[in-house]
Structures are given as C-alpha cells and as structure tokens.
C-alpha cells in the first residue's frame, strides 16, 4: 500500500508545480489561491505520511520536504513574468502541514477506537 500513496504524492506533486508554473487561470472568487495552498499541502501532508513508515509528526526531516517545496515554489514564481510570488500563499502552504500535524494524530487514534 505504501507505493500506492507514494504514486499519489508524486502525482500531486506534478500536479502543483504544474498548476503553480502556469498562468493563473483567473479564478474570480476571493481568496480561493490561498485555500488552494491550504488544501494542497494539507493533501501533500497526508499522502507523504501515508508512504512513509515513520510517524510524520516525529519527523522533521518529511516535514520540512514540504516546508521546502513551498519556498521552492514561492521562489520560481518570482522569476516568472506570468506569475507572482507572495509571503502570504507561503504561510498558507504552512498552515496546511500544521493543521495535518495538529489533527492527524487525534484523528488516527479515534479511528482505532
């Protein structure tokens, strides 16, 4: 099971820097870039515990794979002249591991029970 979720990690990995180095497609609602951030490393968070064998949570080296790739893609955007990078989709991606790192212990425990 752990190659299924390491194939999904790697597919959502393509397929954020892809959404990431394109043009922007307008969305018009407001804020929805931020939730998009939120919920794509709430998702990378998930799927990189689930191929792990190690505790997420008590391990810092995965966590900051993610930490990583955030910056990264902050980091490419500013060069690109179609896209542009902004403090704030980083502290969104943050938040999104944290809120995994937070609940995924409390939710996995209940789910024994």
């Known amino acids: 099971m752990l190659a299924v979720y390491r194939v999904v990690f790697f597919f959502l990995i393509l397929l954020i820097s892809y959404g990431a180095f394109t043009p ?62 902004e403090l704030l989709d980083f502290a969104f991606d943050l938040i999104g591991i944290l809120v995994y790192v937070i609940f995924a212990p409390k939710i996995r425990r209940e789910s024994k029970t």
Request: hydrophobic share 50%; glycine share 4%; charged share 20%.
């Open 24 to 85: 922007s497609r307008g969305l018009d609602l407001p804020y929805i870039d931020k939730m998009l951030h939120f919920l794509a490393f709430l998702l990378l968070s998930f799927t990189l515990d689930l191929s792990s064998k190690r505790n997420f949570k008590s391990s810092p080296d995965l966590i900051l794979v993610l930490v990583f790739y955030a910056g990264f893609i902050e980091v490419v955007q500013s060069f690109l002249s179609f896209r542009s990078a």
